[in-house]
Antibody, heavy 116, light 110 residues
Framework: QVQLVESGGGVVQPGGSLRLSCAAS????????MHWVRQAPGKGLEWVAFIRYNGSSKYYADSVKGRFTISRDNSKNTLYLQMNSLRTEDTAVYYC?????????WGQGTLVTVSS | DVVMTQSPLSLPVTLGQPASISCRSSQSLVYSDGNTYLNWFQQRPGQSPRRLIYKVSNRDSGVPDRFSGSGSGTDFTLKISRVEAEDVGIYYCMQGTSITFGQGTRLEIK
């Protein structure tokens, strides 16, 4: 079955960096665009970034543009989110989701806490 | 940016009674290919979001038929014909063209 498993979350100080991974299985990863979406504690869903199936185009929310970089390795069926210059407001559960407009399924999420 | 506005934000419902959630977009969601990319998601407490409905009215596999989606243009609705205890959670609409989510509607049992 289709499965997405995020990892790489943790506690980091403001200004620090973190790289999240999303391991995909059960489908042909190289043919699907992928998203990152985050959810701050007790808040709603916020789209973060999207990458096309072949990595040729990438899109970002204004709130992370210039600080976050989405990438993928189709040979490893893995999606990444490199997060630099982290701020306290980046604290959230980060989810990956499959498909350009599908958003199906979602992973279980990985928690990123930015705190001094 | 396309703004998605849900109402109500809190929805107390008696078991077995119907429920309805409205989602309005600030502009038409009809895409150039003729499709309307409007999805509905359910997030149960402590879980990841799960897609229920895609392209306005198509129910995902495994989703009970008491869930239905309808609407067009800028006005969309998710209906639950008879609420069950397992339906408790937060429901989000999402437009899939430039990707924005509604604020979420919290459904609880009265």
């Amino acid at each position: 079955q289709v499965q997405l498993v995020e990892s790489g979350g943790g506690v980091v100080q403001p200004g620090g960096s973190l790289r999240l991974s999303c391991a995909a299985s059960g489908f042909t990863f190289s043919t699907y665009g992928m998203h990152w979406v985050r959810q701050a504690p007790g808040k709603g869903l916020e789209w973060v970034a999207f990458i096309r199936y072949n990595g040729s185009s990438k899109y970002y929310a204004d709130s992370v543009k210039g600080r976050f970089t989405i990438s993928r390795d189709n040979s490893k069926n893995t999606l990444y989110l490199q997060m630099n210059s982290l701020r306290t407001e980046d604290t959230a559960v980060y989810y990956c989701a499959k498909g350009r407009s599908d958003f199906d399924p979602w992973g279980q999420g990985t928690l990123v806490t930015v705190s001094s | 940016d396309v703004v998605m506005t849900q109402s109500p934000l809190s929805l107390p419902v008696t078991l077995g009674q119907p429920a309805s959630i409205s989602c309005r977009s600030s502009q038409s969601l009809v895409y150039s290919d003729g499709n309307t990319y409007l999805n509905w998601f359910q997030q149960r407490p402590g879980q990841s979001p799960r897609r229920l409905i895609y392209k306005v009215s198509n129910r995902d596999s495994g989703v009970p038929d008491r869930f239905s989606g309808s609407g067009s243009g800028t006005d969309f609705t998710l209906k639950i014909s008879r609420v069950e205890a397992e339906d408790v959670g937060i429901y989000y609409c999402m437009q899939g063209t430039s990707i924005t989510f509604g604020q979420g509607t919290r459904l609880e049992i009265k």
